[in-house]
């Protein structure tokens, strides 16, 4: 089958800085993919790439089999991007924006295309808002705005860049039933995002970038368990330091400490450990590595420690070894 997207040996340089240093990724037909890393990584650049606003320096992108500069027009219906910015036009009311954005696709005025700007903005819970005035809006419904514009033509592929900044907890389930619903029924979704909680729970397959390099690509599944099996969190009480040995393994977040293990007898070293050197414990719980820990031992390009070759095949077969 066709890939949704076909990214090959993509190279962006802006002056001195190498936005994309030869990234190469493939989302199937279908997919929830998540596109994560740090600012500056290269998500956007890659995303604007896609839609045709950037000019690459080498590498060729495909959108549904149209490469998005040689058949720029057909790649470009294919996508609708979520820009991570907010860009509006201050003068048109919701609905006119939505209108004007068909139009750009040649879309006609019928009785459906009316019919799916409604269904739009009622999953969107914009419809009161529909004949308000653009510059009358908040942060958040101007960006549940670019969320509508890009759904008008109902694009096979949906990139989402950040699409949940600066949104409240409710729009943001909201629009995550939505996209989901719209995944469902077959449309492949790119989702960018800082929240990785949302990423963990949405996406099936995840690349990392770095400094314009993938990193990390693999299933959300086999990210998870890239690391570690379980997760020991300690949450020590005021003013308790983790002894160095421990501190060195562990990686705080959210003033509790989490440190990875894969069986069990390894939970009773590090309590007698805690236990020599005096410090209490004001929580301790057994769970899972999430995303987050993931994504900053990848970040920190701490050596992986299954490494492609014996061993590492069952935990990650997809996996590109873990870099920088
Ligand atoms: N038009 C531009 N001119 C100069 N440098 C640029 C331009 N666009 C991007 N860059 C640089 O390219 C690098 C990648 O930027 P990009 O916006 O793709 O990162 P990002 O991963 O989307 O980050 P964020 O999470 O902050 O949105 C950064 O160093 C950025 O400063
Ligand atoms: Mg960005």
Not at 49 to 56: D, F, K, P, T
Not at 132 to 154: E, I, P, T, W
Request: aromatic letters at 6%.
């Amino acid at each position: 089958m066709t890939s949704a997207i076909r990214v090959q040996q993509v190279a962006k340089r802006f002056g001195s800085v190498e936005a994309l240093a030869g990234v190469s990724l493939d989302v199937r037909q279908g997919e929830f993919f998540g596109l994560l890393g740090p600012n500056g990584a290269g998500k956007t650049t890659l995303i604007s790439a896609l839609a045709g606003l950037v000019r690459l320096d080498s590498g060729h992108i495909e959108v549904m089999g149209c490469d998005v500069v040689s058949d720029y027009r057909n790649a470009r219906r294919q996508l609708g991007v979520v820009p991570q910015e907010l860009v509006f036009d201050p003068f048109f009311s919701v609905r006119e924006t939505l209108k004007i954005q068909c139009g750009y696709f040649g879309i006609r005025q019928t009785r459906a295309r009316d019919a799916w700007i409604d269904e739009i903005l009622e999953n969107l819970d914009l419809t009161s808002k529909a004949n308000a005035n653009m510059r009358s809006l908040s942060g958040g419904m101007k960006r549940r705005v670019l969320v509508a514009q890009a759904l008008v033509h109902k694009p096979p592929v949906i990139v989402l860049d950040e699409p949940t900044a600066g949104v409240d907890v409710e729009l943001r389930q909201t629009l995550w039933q939505f996209i989901r619903s719209l995944n469902r029924d077959g449309h492949t979704v790119v989702l960018t995002t800082h929240y990785l909680e949302e990423a963990e729970s949405l996406c099936t397959r995840i690349a990392m970038l770095k400094a314009g390099r993938v990193v990390a690509l693999d299933t959300t599944a086999n990210l998870l368990r890239r690391f570690s099996v379980h997760a020991l969190r300690l949450k020590l009480a005021p003013g308790v330091m983790l002894p160095p040995p421990l501190a060195s393994r562990a990686q705080e977040k959210e003033g509790a400490w989490s440190i990875a293990f894969d069986q069990y007898s390894e939970i009773e070293p590090v309590l007698a450990e805690l236990r020599a050197n005096g410090c209490v414990l004001e929580d301790l719980e057994i769970g899972k590595p999430d995303l987050e820990e993931v994504f900053v031992r990848v970040m920190r390009g701490k050596e992986d420690r299954f490494p492609s070759g014996v061993g590492a095949d069952a935990r990650s077969p997809s996996s590109v070894g873990v870099t920088g």
